[in-house]
């Protein structure tokens, strides 16, 4: 299974890509996570930012590759705890699809966007900037990769 992060901005500070790299990389074979990016649109005063997010987002949705099951990350969706994302990950692996996580620019993800995903997954109640999202999201997802395969990187217990 590949899990891809497709997300807007192709021009990270160095600190994101080496945070992104040290987990992406710590997948096996069997589970690999792969970052596409697309670019972020350029903003001015006078852009108006909804038709700023809905070409980001139709950029994600092109980028995404065929039959992912799409999920989106969003404010407004389910959050898990570490434990949940591990069993929602065993899901994800079982269905036999690939997965595509869609993080959108710094205007979010657009309804049209939105209406495309197979679900919608939180991070937080907080707004994170769109660059730290990545990392988050990797390093979750190898926490949960952690659980699945008893590997000692996961030490936090279930109450």
Known sequence: ???????????MPQWVNSAYREYATRFPRQCRLQLIEVATQKRSKSS?????????SSALLSAVPKNCHRVAL??????????????RLQQWMGEGR?????????????????EHMD???????????????????????Y????????LPYHRGHAN
Not at 1 to 11: D, Q, S, T
Not at 121 to 130: D, E, G, N, V
Request: overall charge negative; glycine content about 6%.
């Open 143 to 150: 926490r949960a990769w952690s659980i699945i395969n008893n």
């Open 98 to 114: 690939d997965v595509a996580l869609l993080i959108g620019g710094p205007d979010g993800l657009s309804p049209a966007c939105l």
């Open 1 to 11: 299974m590949k899990i891809y992060l497709v997300a807007v901005g192709n021009r």
């Open 119 to 141: 679900d919608r997954w939180s991070l937080s109640a907080l707004t994170f900037a769109h660059p730290l999202v990545r990392v988050i999201v990797a390093e979750q997802l």
């Open 48 to 56: 108006d930012p909804s038709r700023v997010r809905e070409l980001e």
């Open 74 to 87: 969003e404010r407004s969706g389910r959050e898990y705890s570490t434990e949940q994302l591990a069993h």
